[in-house]
């Protein structure tokens, strides 16, 4: 059996943690959510990361949860409310929420908060292959995480007839094959791979285990969802989305199109 597993973007200083862990983001055009000025965005580059995320992320940096008792879903944290908010949800319209391999299903509250469609099945969004646990924890968002698309590489198609234009696209992950607890075992380089959107490559070597912290499916588990977003253009009324992997195979939760900006 295969799995595939997590990534993490980050707000501010917490990008230098993003670029330590191996996710290279030399030469894409960062935009930083708390204006670090060693990640100005490139001029020269169609491809820009707003940077990311969700669950966990201001605690690792040392702002501490409001509640220790809480989800490390980043809802009660200050600083990821401030920073992050906006640049998710605010503005343009949502064009797609596909909840991959998954139920339909509606957030509350926090970056995934709306409504998401079930993955349409035998002419699902992404392939080839499809994975799912019983249950995720450490998360408000569980039904976004039981299920997963995998593969080598891993193929997005989404979206129909939408209109050219600008979008932001953002990407879910959690890590629930490999890891302490889980089925698949092993922990960091378990999966490793790489993200091309529309053609361009907006990450490298992603490494999901580390970035996550670790597998959702433990109910003991101490690690979070990641979240990550990407600014692309769209021409042929279809977003495309190819994750080549250099260990085992690439993976995706949810998907969320946003736009034409």
Known sequence: MSGA???RAMAGGASLALVACGFDLAGLGVISS????????????????????????????GAPEDDANEPRDGRDDAAFEAGLDAGFDAGPSVALRINVNGAAFTAASGVAQGAWTADPGAAGACGPNAFSVAAVHNTLDGPLYVGEAFGDPLVCNVGAALPQGSYEVTLFFAEIYYGAGCAGGGGNNSRVFDIFIEGQKVANNVDVHQLSGGCLANPATTASPVVATYRVDIQDGTLSISMPASKDSAKVSAIKVVGPL
């Open 5 to 7: 597993r997590g990534l």
């Open 34 to 61: 708390a204006g670090d000025a060693s990640l100005d965005p490139s001029a020269d580059s169609g491809v820009g990361f707003d940077a990311a995320v969700a669950d966990g992320l201001a605690q690792d940096v």
